[in-house]
């Protein structure tokens, strides 16, 4: 038996300190998880459950270290926005996952953005229609490489800032997460199984705001280092 075509790699990573890659099955998004960015979009930051949003795995664009990544600016877009990001990467599968053990499903830890259609998402929302537009167009996951928590830990405070053109525009603390990565993960696992090879972007601080092309922007979180990533 063979495919009417031949079907399409696996989207897969590399891991730091290892030749080995993380082939990445599913991206999850938690949306609004910092009071303050929840605040800038105009809703309440009270503690009401996480919600989430997809982005298919090929939404992917790998940004290796010291080098300047490329993000190629989405057509029928006028207002696309930096979203800069803590990323989990599991590595242990498992549905209702309690969150005192969450952190035995984590393998590590990477630098995201999530790129956003922002114009064409606030046209959904008042149409009430789905967010894939928006949020899971191609190369709208721009991503770092996986460090393993085995060597960097697992991250639950320190700074997470992005500049464009080194120009601070976000700044915070992993600390500051309404729903911490153990309490998503054990969220997400009442709703879908999780497997190894998915990916949870955790939520990005306030300070989001649009790109053009030229702009170069560069973020990080403490632990893990930082990426750049060029508008063309």
């Not at 399409?8 to 609004?32: K, L």
């Not at 990323?87 to 990477?110: N, R, T, W």
């Not at 190369?139 to 992005?162: D, K, M, N, Q, R």
């Amino acid at each position: 038996m063979g495919y009417v075509f031949a079907p399409a790699p696996a989207v897969a990573v590399p891991v730091v300190g290892s030749d080995d890659r993380f082939p990445v099955r599913r991206i999850y998004c938690v949306g609004r998880n910092y009071e303050a960015h929840a605040r800038e979009m105009g809703h309440d930051p009270d503690r009401e459950p996480p919600f989430f949003f997809a982005k298919p795995a090929d939404a992917v664009v790998y940004v290796a270290p010291g080098e300047t990544g490329a993000f190629h600016y989405p057509s029928l877009s006028k207002n696309v926005h930096y979203e800069m990001e803590l990323v989990a990467a599991i590595g242990k599968g498992g549905k209702d996952i309690a969150a005192e053990h969450a952190l035995d499903h984590v393998y590590g830890y990477a630098l995201g953005l999530d790129m956003t259609r922002r114009d064409l998402q606030a046209e959904s929302k008042k149409l009430g229609r789905p967010w894939d537009t928006a949020k899971g167009f191609d190369g709208s996951a721009p991503l770092g490489p996986i460090h393993p928590a085995s060597e960097v830990g697992h991250i639950s405070e320190g700074a997470i800032w992005l500049t464009v053109n080194d120009e601070e525009k976000q700044r915070s603390d992993v600390s500051q997460l309404i729903w911490s990565i153990p309490e998503t993960i054990a969220y997400l696992s009442t709703l879908f199984e999780l497997q190894p090879g998915d990916l949870i972007f955790t939520g990005t601080p306030e300070g989001v705001g649009a790109i053009a092309n030229g702009d170069v922007m560069k973020g990080g979180v403490a632990g893990i280092g930082e990426f750049s990533v060029r508008v063309v």
